[in-house]
C-alpha cells in the first residue's frame, strides 16, 4: 500500500518513454486551440469595427501580432513539461530582472513607468510576470510533501516569490496587475494544501492595512474609487468613461445595433474602445446576445482549464493549470465587472479581445503552457524533478 502510494505521488513511478514529436502533436488539446482562435478572431472584428470599418490602426496590428503568437503557444505546448518545471526559477528571474529594469530605464505612457521600448515592441514585464510567478510556485510546492506545506516556516519563499515583485509593480503605479498577481499566486497556495486558516488570516491583515494603504495611494487612483461610489460627481471628467460605458451597454438592447453601427463607439462618446472598453463595443453592436455568447466562450475556456488541471498526474502540472486558469478568469472577470461599474476602473485588458500586444503575448504563452500540461498528463515527475527526466 505504501508503495502504490509513492507511486501516485510520482516518487517511484516507472520512466515513461518520451513522447515522438507526432504523438504530441495528435495529443495537443484542437478544441482549445480552436476555442481560442474563435476568441481572438472576434477581437480582431471587434478591432475592425472600433476603427470605424479600417484594418488600421488596431485590427490589422492584432493580427499581426496574433499568427507569431499561435506559433509561439504550439512551440510551448511541444516542450516536455518537464523542461519547463527545470526552467521555472530562471524564467522567473528574468522576468523579474526586466521589472528591475522597468525601474532604471522604463518608457513613460500616460502618467506611469510600465514598458521597456525595444524599438519593433513595447513590452510590459508585469504582464509576463503572471505565467513567470505561477511556474514558480508551481515548482516550489511540487517539491514539497503536504506536511511541509502546513509548516509556516514552509511558506515564507513562496511568499517572497509573490510580494517582491508585486512591490515593484506597485511602484510602476500599476494597482490592478499587482492585485492579479496576488490572487492569482493565491490559486496556487490553495491548490498546493495551503490551509484556509491562513487565508482567513491574510485577507483579514489585508482589511486591516486598507486605511494604512489608502494613504499611499496616487490621486488619480483614488479618484477611481470615488468615481466608483459616484459616477454622476464628475460625469464629465472623472466620471465620464463610466458613465458612457452604461450608455452603450444599456443601447445595444438585446440584439444590438449592428456590426460597425454602435453610436457610442462610432462617434467617439466611448473613451479606450480598443483596450479597456472593447467589451462594451461587442454589447452595444450585437446585444445581451453578443456579450453571453462571449462569456460563454471564455466560460469554455475555463472548463478545459480547470479538466486540463484535474487530469494531470503530476503536481507540478495540476498547480500550473489552476494558476494560469485563474489568472484568464480574472482578466475576464475584472475586465467585465470594470465596464459594467461594479468595481473601479483598474485597467484590465479583456483577454485575447482587447488590443495590447504584450497582454495578448502572454495569454497565448499562458495557454502553451496549459497545453503543454495536457500533452504530458500522464507524465510523473518526481519531487526533485530529477529522476523521471
Not at 82 to 111: K, N, S, T
Not at 113 to 139: C, D
Not at 153 to 179: A, E, H, R, Y
Not at 335 to 359: D, E, F, H, K
Amino acid at each position: 500500500m505504501a508503495a502504490l502510494l509513492q507511486n501516485h505521488s510520482g516518487g517511484l513511478s516507472p520512466q515513461r518513454p518520451t513522447l515522438t514529436l507526432g504523438a504530441k502533436i495528435r495529443m495537443i488539446n484542437w478544441g482549445l486551440v480552436l476555442l481560442i482562435c474563435t476568441i481572438s478572431g472576434v477581437g480582431i472584428a471587434l478591432l475592425y469595427s472600433a476603427a470605424g470599418g479600417q484594418w488600421d490602426p488596431w485590427a490589422k496590428a492584432q493580427l499581426v501580432r496574433a499568427m507569431p503568437g499561435l506559433v509561439l503557444m504550439l512551440g510551448i505546448a511541444l516542450v516536455d513539461i518537464r523542461i519547463w518545471m527545470r526552467l521555472a526559477y530562471v524564467i522567473y528571474f528574468g522576468v523579474f530582472m526586466l521589472l528591475v529594469a522597468v525601474e532604471v530605464m522604463g518608457h513613460i505612457g500616460m502618467g506611469a513607468q510600465r514598458w521597456i521600448n525595444l524599438g519593433f515592441f513595447v513590452l510590459q514585464p508585469s504582464e509576463l510576470m503572471k505565467p513567470a510567478m505561477t511556474l514558480a510556485l508551481a515548482r516550489y510546492f511540487h517539491g514539497l510533501t503536504l506536511e511541509q506545506v502546513g509548516r509556516p516556516l514552509m511558506l515564507i519563499p513562496p511568499i517572497l516569490l509573490v510580494f517582491t515583485p508585486v512591490g515593484l509593480v506597485l511602484l510602476q503605479p500599476n494597482l490592478g496587475t499587482s492585485l492579479l498577481l496576488i490572487l492569482g499566486s493565491g490559486a496556487v497556495f490553495f491548490t498546493a494544501g495551503v490551509r484556509l486558516w491562513k487565508f482567513a488570516i491574510a485577507i483579514g491583515g489585508g482589511l486591516a492595512a486598507i486605511p494604512i494603504g489608502w494613504e499611499f495611494l496616487h490621486d488619480y487612483q483614488r479618484n477611481r474609487v470615488y468615481t466608483f461610489l459616484d459616477p454622476e460627481l464628475d460625469p464629465l471628467g472623472k466620471g465620464y468613461n463610466i458613465i458612457q460605458s452604461k450608455i452603450a451597454l444599456g443601447s445595444g438592447g438585446l440584439f444590438g445595433k449592428g456590426f460597425t453601427m454602435g453610436s457610442q463607439s462610432q462617434l467617439m462618446f466611448l473613451p479606450e474602445k480598443h483596450t479597456d472598453f472593447i467589451f462594451v463595443v461587442l454589447a452595444e453592436e450585437f446585444g445581451m446576445v453578443g456579450a453571453l455568447t462571449i462569456l460563454l466562450l471564455y466560460c469554455l475556456l475555463l472548463v478545459y482549464g480547470v479538466a486540463i488541471a484535474l487530469s494531470c498526474r503530476n503536481q507540478f502540472g495540476r498547480l500550473v493549470g489552476v494558476g494560469l486558469t485563474t489568472q484568464f478568469f480574472l482578466y475576464m472577470f475584472v475586465n467585465v465587472a470594470m465596464v459594467m461599474g461594479l468595481i473601479p476602473v483598474v485597467g484590465i485588458p479583456l483577454p485575447l479581445v482587447s488590443y495590447g500586444g504584450t497582454a495578448m503575448m502572454t495569454l497565448l504563452v499562458c495557454v502553451g503552457f496549459l497545453l503543454s500540461v495536457s500533452v504530458h498528463r500522464e507524465v510523473r515527475i518526481s519531487r526533485t524533478g530529477v529522476s523521471e527526466f
